[in-house]
């Protein structure tokens, strides 16, 4: 168990619709990253906050939209879905503002139909 | 080009077999690299972590890093059917911000 904890774990939704995904990093982490993972891209950065500041941004889409709150929980919005939105979110955190170590939760199924 | 380049198998290899798995990488910069570990339906882990080149062994797993070639290597020694999983390979700039980039695995199964 890495210690990082993401909910839903699976998330069926329709096209149009928005999501949000939640993430709580492990305890003392004070960055909390989010990675988009399908199976013709790969795990792919979106966006990375520290300490509750957007400190690195990815391959976001404008549709999509994250924060961090005060007690370091982070959340991934995701609004406007298209089929192609469907993949495995993860969250990760680490220690530090780049520390190179990250430690991922278990993931986010989202299926968009 | 990916900044990142990995074979995606799969690689199948018998129960105690020495597996080599490999990445190719064409930004220079790099200094950070890193292997993980990701079972089916779970969150990558990490294996192996490397600072510039050289090589770096734990246990059963040694990490290679050719940074003249940009190319990173993982051993496994004496491999298991519990070593069944997808590699992948990642590397950083480091420096003020950590944005990984990743490889897109290699599926590796140990046959019993």
């Known amino acids: ?11 069926i939704t329709a096209t149009g619709q928005r999501v949000t995904l939640r993430c709580s990093p492990r305890s003392g982490d004070l960055s909390v990253y989010w990675y988009q ?59 530090g503002p780049a520390n190179e170590k990250l430690f991922f939760g278990s993931g986010t199924q989202l299926s968009v139909l | 080009q990916k900044e990142v380049e990995q074979d995606p198998g799969p690689l199948s290899v018998p129960e105690g077999a ?14 950070y690299f890193m292997w993980y570990r990701q079972y089916s339906r779970k969150g990558p882990e990490l294996l192996m972590y490397t600072y510039s080149s050289g090589n770096k062994e734990d246990g059963r797993f040694t990490a290679q890093v050719d940074k003249s070639s940009k190319y990173i290597s993982l051993f496994i020694r004496d491999s298991q059917p519990s ?12 420096g003020a ?16």
Do not use: W
Not at chain 1, 59 to 83: G, M, T, V, W, Y
Not at chain 2, 18 to 31: E, H, K, P, R
Not at chain 2, 83 to 94: E, I, K, N, Q
């Open chain 2, 83 to 94: 070593d069944s999983a997808t590699y992948l390979c990642a590397m950083t700039l480091g």
């Open chain 2, 18 to 31: 020495i597996v080599s798995l490999n990445c190719t990488y064409s930004n220079s910069a790099f200094q």
């Open chain 1, 37 to 95: 993972q399908s199976l013709d891209q790969g795990l792919q950065f979106l966006i990375q906050y520290y300490n509750g500041e957007e400190r690195a941004k990815g391959n976001i889409l404008e549709r999509f939209s994250a924060q961090q709150f005060p007690d370091l929980h982070s959340e991934l919005n995701l609004s406007s879905l298209e089929l192609g939105d469907s993949a495995l979110y993860f969250c990760a955190s680490s220690s």
């Open chain 1, 1 to 11: 168990d890495s210690g990082v904890t993401q909910t839903p774990k699976h998330l």
């Open chain 2, 97 to 112: 911000t950590n944005k990984l980039i990743f490889g897109t695995g290699t599926l590796l199964a140990v046959q019993p």
